[in-house]
């Protein structure tokens, strides 16, 4: 995909019913996906198994984009990840940055508290 935009807005829509072959195809092979609060995943495959093993507690994720910028191919994005879970939905407040080469995602940065996720998944 060449439109930086729509590939973000098509990759954080893939979450509402994760699949991660489907999600990890949005990545470059040396992609680095690095949730602030913990260590980045280098590489589509360790993407793929990272979103495997997050998902398979999630019943998926709804991303409400509330700004999205775009300047050449970096993208970002002010957002509410609500994380769906059979029992509960948590609400997020993230901070987003993507950096798009040759039409996939070749680093993407999310900033967040960790504190909700902790208190939801009873860390």
């Known amino acids: 995909m060449?439109?930086?935009d729509a590939l973000v807005r098509e990759?954080?829509?893939?979450?509402?019913?994760?699949?991660?072959?489907?999600i990890a195809s949005f990545f470059t092979e040396d992609a680095v996906y690095h949730n602030i609060p913990m260590?980045?995943?280098v590489g589509r495959q360790a993407i793929r198994?990272?979103?495997a093993g997050f998902a398979a507690a999630l019943d998926g994720i709804d991303f409400t984009i509330h700004r999205?910028?775009?300047t050449g191919n970096l993208v970002?994005?002010?957002?509410?990840?609500?994380?769906?879970?059979?029992a509960a939905a948590t609400d997020l407040p993230v901070m987003g940055t993507f950096e798009i080469t040759d039409?996939?995602?070749?680093a993407w940065r999310d900033y967040f508290d960790l504190a909700p996720i902790t208190r939801a998944f009873g860390g």
């Open 2 to 4: 060449s439109d930086p």
């Open 11 to 22: 990759m954080c829509a893939a979450w509402a019913k994760p699949d991660p072959d489907h």
């Open 39 to 41: 260590e980045p995943v």
């Open 49 to 51: 198994d990272f979103i």
């Open 68 to 70: 999205q910028l775009v």
């Open 76 to 86: 970002m994005n002010e957002r509410t990840d609500t994380l769906r879970t059979p």
């Open 103 to 106: 039409g996939k995602i070749s």
